[in-house]
């Protein structure tokens, strides 16, 4: 049932496709443009969450600071927030007229919406939460005793993490990358509030569809079927290369 | 412009019912309005009014982009009601047999510029808004406000130096409101709707933007007395006068 469920929308994809003319419709410029622009600013989100993302994980799972829980809960506004709000908020700090943006845009002349920035920003902003909850929970369930042994045999803070937790957390901060790539890529509500679409620089795969949408339904499904394409077979291909049959994608 | 009179006058001629001048006793029930996003003051005033002159009866709305209804209604969204902010649109819905009459015009709308307060930008007029130094936002082309500001560029022989292509023109209003754009081009509707979030620029190549909105019940109409009473509404002197004070022009 469950199966069904997720799988038959797909199909009903693949059924009302226009094979026909599906040749010309990808062979359009803004396809490619938008594809390219998609599959960097997911990738980068990604690298930026894995960045900022890994180590707020440890403190969520390892610390003892006070306020941890409030901070977890923090952690997951973006995954409950209707991403549109998302964007809005993001506008209220480094728009241009932000908290934030402001002086930014006065002093240096900077501004961020309506940026390739701008996109990967708010696929940050949305994606990232899911790469933290799926390292937290990998941390909570490795053995901390290792870490310990570790530390009992000379092992300074640092290479106790490189050494010891990282590996044995790798599988979780895998599958938490791969979580965080594939919703970013789908992002939708945030990029085109605080991103907005212009092809080339803002017009991400999603927001392409979006507009099909208006014009040709029919080139919307094509589009779809593109990403759905794209998205899969790289992560079929990362399962296979890099992460090994411990991590399902 | 001349294409437009003709489709206009056709489209007047065609009638939707409006002056059949029937019976509206026993309205009653839930009517279902399909309106562009644009309608979405006066339709829900003149939603309350049609309530207060018909006890039992209650007016709901779906306001969104008209081509977005229009694709919800060819999926098969079930409606009373359909209110399009172009003809184009009206023209999806009609073809797939949706439409139980011809279409009724019954208001006009023109491009405005849409400034933050202040005017930070300095816009005075269209060639700001083709200028790649400002930062604008416009409509998609594939929504009708993106394709009449498409007209509007080519009557003056300028090319849109936009920053972004908004979705819907309440987004292209929002990214002023904000500050974030210095300029959009949006509905002269949306600009008095504002209030005194932003300031309006006229300009004169707006006379190519002209777009007509038809109305129309629908075939399938669960509600069609209802349905027809919401037309006889919005087609009336009260209707047209709600129109005209949120900014339409009338045809």
């Not at chain 1, 969450?49 to 969520?60: E, R």
């Not at chain 1, 480094?94 to 845009?105: A, D, M, Q, S």
């Not at chain 1, 991400?204 to 990403?227: F, G, H, N």
């Not at chain 2, 409606?79 to 208001?107: C, E, H, K, Y």
Request: with cysteine.
């Amino acid at each position: 049932m469950a199966v069904a469920f997720l799988v038959l929308p797909l199909v009903g994809l693949v059924v009302r496709a226009p094979w026909s003319t599906i040749g010309p419709q990808l062979a359009q410029q803004e396809v490619g443009q938008a594809l390219r622009l998609s599959l960097f600013s997911a990738t980068l989100a990604t690298l930026l969450s894995l960045v900022l993302g890994v180590p707020l994980a440890w403190v969520l799972a390892r610390s003892r600071i006070r306020g941890r829980s409030v901070l977890r809960a923090l952690v997951t506004v973006p995954l409950v927030l209707p991403p549109v709000v998302g964007g809005v908020a993001l506008f209220l700090v480094i728009g241009r007229t932000g908290i934030l943006g402001r002086p930014l845009y006065e002093h240096l002349g900077v501004t961020i919406p309506f940026t390739t920035t701008a996109v990967v920003i708010a696929e940050t902003f949305v994606a990232m939460p899911f790469l933290v909850i799926s390292v937290e929970g990998a941390l909570r369930a490795a053995d901390a005793r290792f870490e310990d042994a570790a530390a009992t045999l000379g092992a300074d803070r640092w290479t106790t993490f490189r050494r010891v937790t990282l590996p044995l957390v790798a599988p979780g901060i895998a599958a938490g990358a791969v979580l965080c790539w594939a919703r970013a890529l789908g992002e939708f509500g945030a990029t085109i509030t605080f991103a907005g679409n212009f092809p080339g620089t803002t017009q991400t795969m999603p927001l392409a569809v979006y507009l099909a949408l208006q014009r040709d339904p029919e080139a919307a499904i094509v589009l779809s079927l593109v990403l759905l394409a794209v998205s899969l077979g790289t992560l079929l291909l990362l399962r296979d290369r890099w992460l090994g049959r411990g991590v399902a994608a | 412009m001349k294409r437009l009179i003709a489709a206009l006058a056709v489209l007047t001629l065609a009638g939707c019912g409006a002056s059949d001048g029937g019976s509206t006793d026993g309205v009653t029930g839930t009517v279902t309005v399909f309106a562009a996003a644009s309608l979405t003051d006066v339709f829900t005033d003149l939603g309350h009014r049609l309530e207060r002159d018909h006890p039992g009866l209650t007016v709901e709305f779906d306001f969104a982009g008209s081509s977005t209804l229009a694709s919800r209604l060819t999926e098969g969204a079930t409606a009373d009601v359909f209110a399009s902010a172009d003809t184009d649109q009206m023209d999806v819905v009609t073809n797939n047999g949706i439409v139980s009459r011809a279409p009724t015009l019954f208001a006009m709308n023109v491009l405005e510029i849409a400034v933050p307060p202040g005017n930070p930008g300095g816009i005075s007029g269209l060639a700001d808004l083709a200028d790649p130094a400002k930062r604008i936002a416009l409509c998609a082309p594939e929504v009708p406000c993106g394709a009449a500001a498409g007209k509007a560029f080519d009557a003056a022989g300028l090319t849109a130096a936009p920053d972004t292509l908004e979705p819907d023109v309440k987004a292209a209003l929002t990214a002023v409101q904000l500050g974030e754009v210095e300029a959009a081009l949006v509905y002269a509707t949306d600009v008095h709707a504002a209030g005194d979030s932003v300031e309006g620029i006229e300009f004169p190549e707006s006379e190519d933007t002209l777009t007509g909105y038809p109305i129309c019940t629908l075939t399938d109409a669960p509600n069609p007395a209802g349905a027809l009473a919401f037309v006889q509404l919005v087609t009336s002197d009260a209707g047209r006068k709600a129109l005209t004070a949120a900014g339409f022009r009338l045809p």
